[in-house]
Nanobody
Framework: QVQLVESGGGSVQPGGSLRLSCVMS????????MGWYHQPPGKQRELVAE???????KYADSVKGRFTISRDNAKNMVYLQMNSLKPEDTAVYYC?????????????WGQGTQVTVSS
C-alpha cells in the first residue's frame, strides 16, 4: 500500500476558493490513478475528481467548471483547486490512489481533510 497525507482544508465563505494538496509515498506515484472523493455527513463517499497517469480527468457533474484536479509527478503530489465554493461542497475530502483497472474502493486513502463552506 501507499501512504497519503492531505492538507489545505479549512473554513471559507461561499464563493471563496481553496486548494487541497495530497502527497504520496511508498510506491511509484506516476503509475497511479489519483482521485479526490468527498463524504458529506450521513452520506456515502463519492467521486469529486480523478486524474490518470496520462493526464485524463473525470469530474462529478456538480463540480464541473468550478474544480480542477492536477498532478505533479516530480513531487508525488495531486491537487484539487476549488473555486466558487458552495455550502453544499461542505464535506470531508479524501485523497485516493488506485491502480488502473481497479475500483477506487480497492485503493488507498488519506486521513481526510474537512472543508466547510458557510457565511
Amino acid at each position: 500500500q501507499v501512504q497519503l497525507v492531505e492538507s489545505g482544508g479549512g473554513s471559507v465563505q461561499p464563493g471563496g476558493s481553496l486548494r487541497l494538496s495530497c502527497v504520496m509515498s511508498g510506491n511509484i506515484f506516476s503509475i497511479y490513478v489519483m482521485g479526490w472523493y468527498h463524504q458529506p455527513p450521513g452520506k456515502q463517499r463519492e467521486l469529486v475528481a480523478e486524474i490518470t497517469s496520462g493526464g485524463s480527468t473525470k469530474y462529478a457533474d456538480s463540480v464541473k467548471g468550478r474544480f480542477t484536479i492536477s498532478r505533479d509527478n516530480a513531487k508525488n503530489m495531486v491537487y484539487l483547486q476549488m473555486n466558487s465554493l458552495k455550502p453544499e461542497d461542505t464535506a470531508v475530502y479524501y485523497c485516493n490512489a488506485r491502480l488502473l483497472g481497479t475500483p477506487f474502493s480497492s485503493g488507498d486513502w488519506g486521513q481526510g481533510t474537512q472543508v466547510t463552506v458557510s457565511s
